[in-house]
């Protein structure tokens, strides 16, 4: 393609990135509704849509609060002795004083008690609901403790299951991405921990999550904190095992192992292989969530030749990340290809093969200029990312970020149209590279 001054093939786009874009804003606007219905046939009647924290009424508090209407029915965790306090709230951080600002039952409890909290209860029939908060004076964190107690320990696996989908879609939430999630052991009979951020300045605002399933109860632990960087888990599985210990006298689904935080990425509703929208990147300019949708695998920008099925890839897919309800423009969006290979050896050379083709673009096709922006070398994945910018010569110019790794016999490939106002860092754009390249392990 040497000499060539088109506009480069992702550049026209705008009208397949619509038409995709309607079918995200749809496929959003049935997964909302289906919600609804699945609550209404299955949650009882008005416990359901109060669930939502839909219905100020009166007479909604039977609904809300299935936590406190069957109190006959079972002597756990009737009063909140068993919940955290100040001294056992400690492990959260060793400067300055826990204390407890808020106590709730069942019919005081928020709507929203908890980061990513889609429904004000995960098990509407449930029996009880505690809410506590913390705060710690000294270094301005926050905490909160909230439990469910279940009629049963089947009603209560179906409650910490329905949290951590919450917790592994997140998309009541602004602005947040899962920075990193750990499958967790030794605290109750199984629970995971999910650290989120959200920008807030030159820091980030994290919000560290602990769900777990403990007999009757499920807990969850939420601790909030401003840092650089994310913070480890062991402060919150340290505390969360010390909770789940004291509510497991009661509910059953007592630990007797150490507790332990192995990183595990949360389970995702997408399409096997592909990354969840909490996955994505956050930018500053739209506070809506990103949406995925099905697209067709195309070749990229000029520089890839990205081809596999001319590499004989023995499988591939592509989808489009949109935010169909932010105001941008028509190309804006990420797209996520996945192609799985015989061998890794093969991955791996039609990885080298394109890292080849972009690094050497800007000889080959003139109106571009091609930066590296960042790589990946690891035990388990290697890859390359760059900017690329092309220009008309008609006062116009295109810019992506483009990314590309392997990992056994998998091939990640990213494409990323850089708007005006609408870009994401270099070591941004890397992390996406590598949760892209780790839920790839799902594509079978």
């Not at 909604?60 to 009063?79: H, R």
């Not at 009629?151 to 879609?169: E, F, M, P, R, T």
């Not at 935080?261 to 969530?289: H, N």
């Not at 922006?373 to 990312?385: L, N, Q, R, W, Y």
């Amino acid at each position: 393609m040497a000499g060539s001054h088109r506009a480069p093939r992702g550049g026209g786009r705008a009208a397949a990135r619509e038409a995709r874009r309607q079918k995200a804003r749809k496929r959003n606007q049935t997964i909302a509704a289906g919600i609804a219905v699945v609550l209404l046939v299955g949650g009882g009647g008005v416990a359901a849509l109060n669930a939502f924290g839909g219905d100020n009424s009166p007479g909604a508090n039977v609904g809300n609060g299935s936590s406190d209407d069957k109190s006959a029915d079972s002597k756990v965790l009737t009063d909140d002795k068993a919940l955290l306090d100040g001294a056992t709230a400690k492990p959260l951080g060793a400067t300055g004083a826990w204390t407890i600002t808020t106590t709730a039952d069942g019919s005081t409890a928020p709507d929203r008690a908890f980061a990513c909290q889609s429904q004000r209860f995960a098990d509407p029939a449930g029996l009880r609901t505690w809410v506590r908060t913390f705060q710690n004076a000294a270094t301005k964190q926050t905490a909160v403790q909230y439990v469910e107690v279940s009629n049963d320990a089947a009603a209560a696996g179906k409650a910490y299951s329905a949290i951590v989908g919450w917790l592994g879609q997140c998309n009541s939430e602004k602005q947040t991405r899962l920075s990193a999630s750990y499958l967790t052991t030794g605290v109750g009979e199984r629970g995971w921990i999910a650290v989120f951020g959200q920008p807030s300045g030159t820091k980030t605002k994290y919000k560290t999550i602990a769900v777990t399933l403990a007999g009757q109860a499920t807990m969850v632990l939420e601790h909030d904190t401003i840092a650089g960087t994310p913070p480890p888990p062991n402060a919150v599985l340290a505390t969360a095992a010390a909770a789940a210990n004291r509510i497991c006298v009661q509910s059953g689904g007592c630990s007797k192992a150490a507790p332990v935080a192995k990183p595990s990425l949360l389970p995702s509703t997408e399409a096997p292989g592909f990354m969840a929208p909490v996955d994505l990147p956050v930018l500053a300019e739209i506070d809506k969530p990103w949406v995925s949708t099905p697209a067709k695998t195309g070749p990229g920008t000029q520089c890839e030749n990205f081809d596999p099925k001319k590499a004989k890839a023995t499988k591939y897919g592509s989808q489009t990340y949109l935010t169909p309800d932010a105001k941008v423009p028509t190309e804006f969006g990420l797209d996520d290809t996945v192609a799985k290979f015989a061998t890794a050896k093969a991955a791996s050379a039609f990885v080298a093969q394109i890292r080849k083709n972009v690094d050497g673009c800007g000889k080959t096709v003139s109106n571009a200029k091609v930066d590296s922006t960042g790589e990946i070398a690891t035990s388990v994945m290697k890859g390359e990312t760059w900017e690329a910018s092309f220009d008309t010569g008609q006062g116009k110019k295109f810019t992506y970020r483009i990314g590309v790794a392997a990992s056994g016999d998998r091939v990640v490939y990213l494409l990323f149209p850089v708007l005006k106002g609408l870009d994401v860092t270099d070591s941004g754009f890397r992390d996406t590279l590598i949760r892209a390249t780790e839920r790839s392990a799902a594509y079978k």
